[in-house]
């Protein structure tokens, strides 16, 4: 019997009075925590504290307030399944998604019977947590309790694996009794795909669902313009658009600006601007993805003018509006816009973790390291990304030791660092020669945080040994790379020993890079230099010479002419 049928029954039969039907009335519309806690007093004060059905109702209203559901379930002598599902829900949504693996062994130690949601709702917690061993536990649980013939059990399971990054996992799962396969099912395998970036994936999978029978949603439209758009497939974009069109589709916003995001991606913006001004109805998001497509093809001055024109038309940019904005004008090294942005920003919108983060990456990368610095220290909000720009812009501006002050002081304020944190910090002790600490941020990245490192984070330890003179070394650490075939590490350990004069290595290094086919004209001109440092002066002409000839034998040659520019009167 469900909660709303009771609820009808006992109204109808007088199962109890009419103040008590009226009590569950009012729970439904209750939002805060205060408005739950005086129907709470209520039935408390009428006795109806220990009645299942009032007490599941009171637990239901508090879901998005954690703290005061625990409180009421822990007053439950014998809570029932719905009661911890119910819990279990709460958690799942809350900022304590872990806590939900607690409240599953407790409902699993007490002998009651699951159902299908609870396993849905702890898998929800799993996919959230990221917690890969619990759910391939829980996973094994569902087998086993034979809970597994649920759709809703099987595409929560495809999701927990696509967001985990084990999309093999997600497929086979997938694969088994495909006829059980549902709309849900294809679009969360296609979004998995989408979270690994295999777009061609896509595509294919898409053309399976529509010879299976199905008819794609607008989440299927965007999972397949996502694919497309990354494949930089131009004939693919008017195809899928085509196809909008006959469904229907581009009645979505949301279609419409992943339509708008292929076409920029294709280098198509005039197209993408005839689609939006195509649009009666405009919906922030859309204004956005356009002023951001504009700043990312170099036309900032476009960019500003279609936030002129929003402003006209009464809509209110939001942090995002401006982000995109604010990084064109950091790549650019046009402070006069950001100037206006920061104008704009400080009349009508709130510095936000997005919209501070662009600030502080703009102000450090145009040279203004101490604006940037005030607007870091003003922000009330700070997220991993906030930090690690104000930890990047002193490392290029060389101040290696307030960027490692910056760091020490992250993690002492709670903020976990990402593997990009831990990028900037290792490029700003190479900048700054500080090695031992380098090689301790190194070292506390693996063992205290568990990130595997990649190419960026092993090139920069080769180029901070090979700053301080420690060649062998980098040497050895380059040799022990995952990607044998960073061309990146091998010239940066090859400028290392043009720096020092080691030849022998360096002769090394030159071969590697030939062996990998990297022929850039970079690394004859550093072993030229190499010879000339370590006066073996006939060598290095030589080397010039086959630089030489290696930039006239090709038709474009890979080393480009400089260009710097200007902004007067900002």
């Known amino acids: 019997m469900t909660q709303a049928l009771a609820l009808r029954l006992g109204q109808r039969f007088n199962l109890w009075p009419p103040e008590n039907s009226k009590l569950i009335s009012l729970l439904q519309f209750c939002k805060q925590v205060s408005e739950i806690s005086q129907i709470h007093g209520s039935i408390v004060k009428t006795g109806l504290d220990h009645n299942p059905f009032f007490l599941s109702k009171l637990l239901a209203s508090s879901i998005h307030h954690i703290q005061y559901a625990a409180s009421i379930f822990s007053h439950i002598q014998n809570p029932n399944l719905f009661m911890f599902n119910t819990l279990l829900r709460a958690y799942s949504i809350s900022s304590e998604p872990n806590k939900a693996f607690l409240v599953f062994n407790d409902l699993r130690a007490r002998g009651i019977v699951l159902d299908q949601f609870s396993f849905i709702t702890t898998l929800k917690a799993c996919a959230r947590e990221l917690a890969i061993e619990t759910g391939q536990g829980i996973h094994g649980v569902v087998v086993r309790s034979g809970h597994g013939g649920f759709i809703g059990v099987k595409n929560t399971l495809l999701h927990f694996y696509c967001v985990s990054g084990k999309i093999e996992d997600a497929h086979h799962l997938f694969d088994e009794f495909p006829h059980r396969n549902d709309l849900v099912s294809w679009n969360t395998l296609m979004g998995g795909y989408l979270h690994v970036s295999q777009p061609r994936v896509i595509v294919d999978l898409f053309r399976q669902m529509c010879r299976g029978g199905f008819q794609a949603s607008v989440t299927s439209v965007l999972h397949l313009l996502s694919a497309i758009g990354e494949l930089g497939s131009y004939l693919g974009g008017e195809s899928v658009h085509g196809y909008c069109i006959k469904m229907g589709f581009c009645d979505s916003l949301h279609v419409v600006t ?174 700054g020669g500080l090695v031992r600490e380098g090689v301790w941020c190194f070292e506390n990245m693996v063992r205290k945080y568990g990130f595997v490192p990649e190419v960026g984070h092993y090139g920069c330890m080769v180029d901070l040994l090979g700053r301080a003179g420690l060649l062998e070394e980098a040497h050895r650490l380059i040799e022990s790379l995952p990607v044998k075939s960073d061309v990146s590490a091998w010239r940066a350990l090859l400028s290392a020993c043009r720096v020092y004069g080691y030849v022998a290595l360096g002769e090394v290094v030159q071969r590697v890079l030939a062996e990998l086919n990297d022929d850039h004209p970079t690394n004859a001109m550093l072993l030229s230099g190499t010879y000339a440092i370590a006066g073996r002066l006939h060598d290095s002409s030589n080397m010039k010479d086959t630089v030489v000839e290696q930039m006239v034998r090709k038709e474009n040659p890979v080393k480009e002419a400089g260009l710097s520019t200007i902004e007067l009167d900002s």
């Open 258 to 431: 992943a339509l708008i995001d292929v076409y920029a991606k294709n280098g198509e913006i005039e197209l993408a601007r005839r689609i939006f001004d195509g649009v009666a109805v405009k919906d922030v998001v859309l204004w956005n993805c356009l002023v951001d497509k504009y700043a990312k093809c170099g036309m900032v001055e476009e960019a500003v003018a279609l936030l002129r024109l929003m402003r006209l038309e009464r809509t209110k940019p939001n942090s995002s509006t401006l982000a995109g904005l604010l990084s064109a004008c950091a790549a650019s090294g046009s402070l006069s816009v950001g100037r206006f942005i920061m104008d704009h920003v400080e009349e009508k919108l709130v510095l936000d973790a997005v919209l501070g983060t662009a600030l502080v990456d703009m102000y450090a990368k145009c040279g203004f390291l101490d604006k940037a610095l005030d607007i870091f220290e003003s922000m009330e909000n700070r997220d991993v990304k906030s930090w690690t720009a104000m930890i990047s812009g002193y490392g290029v501006h060389g101040e290696a030791g307030n960027a490692l002050r910056l760091f020490y002081r992250m993690e002492e304020e709670g903020c976990r660092p990402n593997a990009v944190t831990f990028l900037a910090v290792l490029s700003a002790c190479s900048h």
